[in-house]
């Protein structure tokens, strides 16, 4: 059995419980993982506690070397996690190994930004008094995760908390523990102290009550989430029982939006699912992507050339059905897939889709499809289009393509997001702030920001000088 990783132990679940872990692509069981409780959770959250002592009072230097040593670590380690991970999560091999490279980048840039984690000096309004402010580690951080990057969300959560200072309980999805527990090997290799980084894998019927463990633990002082929207509010109102501070990753949804002074070419390469094409460019803009659409090849993420994996699991597998379903029901068109594709190693293998005459009132265009899926929209103008790119409550992100200097700027601005890409849909790196606004989250992750989550500012006040 995979086991858990708690106070520098491997360890089954107090209850010797475990669940199954399968290959999307073949239905392959992986093997059983311990299959964590509350009182496993607990066990953690003491054994962070404690560690928290000694690791808070390391100098930024010295964890910088232990950061820098998982960078490397994961490095040396590129192949042999990116096979796990393309293993449980179905992705093909190359993304899986860009994900690990991703993974630590955010090692080396936060081993490096928590020297730089300055307090700062304040002019004092009178004689004999002197202001500064210090950034102190929050504490105890407990950290879930989603399956749909199961090393990139953790080491970018994990990377920031260990610099700051914190140490932490990691949670990761149910469907790809294995990629964690192959990260938590890392991280005893590179001798973090025991405690220091838990990782306590459950099932999906057992999350829910861990995750109203960490949000009512007085012990427990930042929770950092990264999944959906209905979840992440779930997290938000219990932590409000305990006045902890949260960091949220929700839904994202992020509206593609390509006006008539695009570059096509460019503007094609994208993996959106929610685009929305000028109408002058519409009809070669849909003839170009539906053509690369077209190219791509589905299967096994583990196979040579394959751009387009499984679906990660049945209920989202049943999710697309049903979101494409409910698209054609209201009118919308199939230029190319729409269909399943059965005679695949498995039944998760979903055709990828074009469906254009894409209306506000499908699924496909309000919900984020996590499938290969493009919901295209044709538009007339930028005010009909910004309008209806802001419609809802889902902020994560907005990409566009124009040539058009005062278009690119007036519609970055009027946009309401977190973040923007302008002729470019891959803003996610560590040295910037990712994150949404409203119902896409709270907090940012990655760059100089990305350490707010994880450190206090603390006020010391010189009297008497
Ligand atoms: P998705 O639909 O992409 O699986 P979820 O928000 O359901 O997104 O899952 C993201 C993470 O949150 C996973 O690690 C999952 O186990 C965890 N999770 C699901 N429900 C809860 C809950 N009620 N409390 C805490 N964590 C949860």
């Known amino acids: 059995m995979n086991p858990a990783y708690i106070n520098g132990v491997w360890s089954f679940s107090k209850k010797q419980d475990s669940f199954p872990v399968f290959d999307p692509a073949t239905d392959e069981n992986l093997g059983l993982v311990a299959n964590c409780t509350v009182e496993d959770a607990q066990s953690a959250i003491l054994a962070a506690n404690s560690a928290f002592l000694q690791w808070s009072k390391l100098t930024p230097k010295e964890r910088a070397s232990f950061l820098h040593k998982i960078k490397e670590e994961l490095l040396l380690q590129q192949s042999y996690i990116a096979n796990i991970l393309s293993r449980e999560n179905g992705k093909p091999l190359p993304e899986a190994m860009g994900e690990v490279g991703f993974a630590a980048s955010f090692f080396e840039w936060f081993a490096e930004e928590g020297r730089r984690a300055y307090g700062e000096h304040i002019p004092a ?118 006045v902890k501070r949260i960091a949220l990753e929700l839904g994202g949804n992020a509206p593609f939006i390509v006006f008539n002074q695009a570059d096509l070419a ?71 897939g729409g269909k399943a594709l059965p005679n695949l190693s498995s039944q998760r293998f979903y055709a990828p889709t074009v469906l254009t005459k894409v209306t506000k009132e499908m699924r496909a265009f309000k919900e984020e499809i996590f499938g290969p899926v493009a919901a295209i929209i044709q538009f007339q103008t930028e005010e009909e289009v910004l309008q209806l790119a802001n419609e809802g409550n889902i902020r994560l992100a907005g990409y566009f393509y124009t040539n058009d200097l005062r278009q690119a700027w007036r519609v970055a601005r009027n946009l309401k997001v977190g973040m923007v890409g302008i002729n470019d849909s891959l803003v996610s790196t560590c040295e910037a702030p990712f994150g949404g606004v409203r119902q896409s989250g709270v907090g940012k992750e990655g760059s100089k920001h990305g350490l707010d989550e994880y450190t206090n500012l603390k006020l010391i006040s010189f009297g008497g000088l």
């Open 125 to 242: 309004p009178s004689v004999g008094k002197q202001i500064v402010t210090v950034r102190e580690p929050a504490g105890v951080v407990a950290v879930i995760t989603p399956w749909n990057f199961p090393i990139g969300m953790i080491a970018r959560k994990v990377a920031a908390l260990l610099a700051a200072g914190c140490t932490c309980v990691v949670k990761p999805a149910e469907d790809t523990p294995l990629t964690a527990i192959a990260f938590a090997k890392i991280v005893e290799k590179c001798g973090i102290p025991n405690g220091v980084f838990n990782l306590i894998p459950t099932s999906r019927e057992n999350a829910p009550s861990i995750g109203k463990l960490f949000a009512e633990s007085a012990d427990i002082s930042v929770i950092s989430f990264t999944g959906s929207t209905v979840v992440g509010k779930q997290l938000y109102l219990m932590a409000g029982s305990s």
């Open 266 to 336: 460019l503007a094609t390469c994208v993996s959106a699912n929610r685009i929305f094409v000028q109408k002058e460019i519409h009809d070669a803009f849909v003839d170009n992507f539906v053509a690369e659409t077209n190219k791509l090849k589905v299967g096994r993420g583990h196979d040579q050339g394959v751009n387009v994996g499984p679906i990660i699991n049945n209920r989202q597998f049943e999710r697309i059905v049903d979101l494409v379903y409910d698209a054609v029901n209201q009118g919308a068109h199939v230029v190319t």
